[in-house]
């Protein structure tokens, strides 16, 4: 298994302005991805963090939106631009060990915009 | 296009009872499918997986069934105790094998 922590934990922020969420491992992995919850829903694949590369984006999320970092193979960011009330939700990353197909999530963010 | 259906209702269930969640798909052969676990304000917590040529698996009180001809996955928790309620997902891969779909999920009370 993995140990996963984001932060951070949540935050309240302003229409228009940015927000960056950290995602850090406890153990080296090649796949971390981004997940969006939205109050009541279900978990929606935002994108795909591949260290040395770009950020693969599900459909309906773009990389102006949602830059992703992967600096090394523990950590990842995520960063919502240009914030709207539309955005408020909980942003999750996980990670998949390549022995396994179970994905491990982290804590979320959980984000309010106002 | 692929589809994952749960019961969208809540299930409550008397403390001791076998609660059963079902999970549906469609337009879809996964090679397997998987059972995860969110309690609020948490992330999802993986249970089970359970592969095409497996008809059941068993963890503890947790037993899931796969039923590739229905297209059907059956999470059955036997003598349930009320900290077993929660939201429970099912997941199938997608095309790209590490990547995973989520049901809704199924809210799950246990009353005393």
Redesign the interface.
Known sequence: SAVISQKPSRDICQRGTSLTIQCQVDSQVTMMFWYRQQPGQSLTLIATANQGSEATYESGFVIDKFPISRPNLTFSTLTVSNMSPEDSSIYLCSVSPETSREQYFGPGTRLTVT | SQKIEQNSEALNIQEGKTATLTCNYTNYSPA?L?WYRQDP??????LL?IRENEKEKRKERLKVTFDTTLKQSLFHITASQPADSATY?CAL?RSS?????????TRLSIRP
């Open positions: 397997y998987q304000g948490r992330g999802p917590v993986f997986l997902l891969p094998a590490s990547k995973i779909i989520f049901g809704s999920g």
